[in-house]
């Protein structure tokens, strides 16, 4: 396989997530799944190719890096939407090829207008709002220059959209901060429709205030954390169950990270384990050796603090985490064997090792720690 681990992903954990986010948007809602940092680590061209079999056909990425990788890899045309960074001589690129893409300040408009003109093109824009995030968007002092800009490119420029993002939508925390923002982008909103500007769409909302803002559906919504099957945080979560009636999560993980047991070895007792003196053997001990380390995105910070699975038992990572290698325990498991399957993250029999429990022991975000694993580990689609 050349490759010491691999993450697999699954079509049937997708196809769930995506029927639940339908369901809670309804029919008239238009569904954009967010791909950016990999695909939220799953792989993009992976991830949007799967996506694209379950029916999505509008994707959101953060930089035109992204948008290039999208479009070199779907086998189908889908919209992609760039959110963020696109440099200029990227614009051109974009444009030409349908990109469609956010437009936060007036240089950019102008730019964008003025690529669009020498390719005889109209460049489809998003015009974001500054409603409150105070991070990229056209607050009341701007806005009054774009609406200027758009009137005089409009052979150039067409306005698809009007949207913002809201600034934690996950914690009740915000609550205020996130009304005030609704508030905010109705009324620019309505500055530009009196100047003459009315977009064909309207959106705002990230997994977080689709699920506790409805209002803020509009004509679309960008998910990206809750097609993988992760909640935006624990609060959204009990938010959700506390209105509905639930037995058990709605959402699947698409995700399993696997390796292999490289070596094993036997040991005495009162030996010390790998590098240092951090772990010393309480009893005789069978040690499995795991070609996986920090170099792969397994933090150092799960040295002795860490678990795996091995033939459905849950067992503890001993030592530190080296570059390239962990040592686990591997004395309990009758017939545990070299080559065994090692499952790092995802589950394994009746056992799992959830993102959460993982980012909480390397004290990650699930969203920081799905998006460091290392793109050049393989992605497999699984059923
Ligand atoms: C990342 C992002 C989203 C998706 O957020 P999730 O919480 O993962 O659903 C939506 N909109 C913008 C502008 C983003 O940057």
């Known amino acids: 396989m050349f490759h010491s681990s691999y993450i697999e992903i699954s079509r049937t954990a997708l196809q769930n997530n995506i029927n639940f986010i339908r369901n809670e948007i309804g029919p008239q ?8 940092g990999n695909a939220y680590g799953h792989g993009i061209e992976q991830f949007a190719s799967l996506a694209q079999e379950c029916g999505v056909d509008h994707f959101s990425v953060f930089s035109a890096d992204e948008a290039l990788r999208l479009h070199q890899s779907l086998p189908r045309p889908a919209t992609t939407l760039i959110m963020g960074y696109i440099d200029d001589p990227e614009l051109e690129w974009a444009i030409q090829n349908d990109i469609e893409f956010f437009i936060f300040e007036p240089d950019r408009l102008t730019k964008a207008a003025e690529v669009a003109r020498k390719l005889g093109k109209k460049a489809k824009i998003h015009l974001e709002l ?30 698809i959209a009007i949207c ?22 109705q009324d620019l909103l309505k500055q530009l429709i009196n100047s003459g500007h009315t977009p064909n769409q309207l959106h705002s909302a990230c997994s977080a205030a689709m699920i506790s803002y409805p209002e803020t559906h509009m004509d679309m919504v960008r998910i990206g954390i809750m097609q993988y099957g992760f909640w935006p945080s624990p609060e959204t979560y009990s938010h959700y169950f506390s209105q509905h009636s639930l037995k058990k999560d709605p959402l699947r993980r698409l995700i399993n990270w696997k390796s292999r047991i490289m070596s094993l070895k036997s040991i005495s007792k009162g030996e010390y384990v790998g590098y240092g003196s951090s772990y010393q053997t309480p009893r005789d001990m069978t040690l499995a050796i795991i070609p996986v380390g920090y170099g792969w995105g397994y933090s150092r910070s799960l040295s ?40 790092l993250l995802g589950s394994q029999g009746d056992e799992s090792i959830t993102v959460a429990s993982f980012a909480e022991l390397s004290t990650q975000l699930n969203y920081e720690l799905l998006t460091r694993l290392p793109s050049n580990i393989p992605r497999l689609v699984i059923d």
């Open 29 to 36: 809602v238009r569904l954009s799944s967010v791909v950016k």
């Open 130 to 159: 500054e409603t409150g995030m105070n991070r990229t968007g056209f607050d009341k002092a701007t806005l009054a220059q774009a609406s200027k800009l758009l009137d005089d490119k409009k052979e150039d420029v067409e306005l």
């Open 164 to 185: 913002t993002h809201f600034a934690g939508a996950e914690s009740f925390q915000n609550h205020e901060r996130i009304l005030t923002q609704q508030q905010n982008f």
């Open 304 to 343: 002795n603090q860490g678990k795996v699975l091995i033939k459905g038992v849950r067992t503890a990572v001993v030592g530190i985490v080296n570059m390239n290698v962990m040592m686990v325990d591997v004395t309990d498991i009758p017939g545990v064997q070299k080559d065994d399957e090692v499952v």
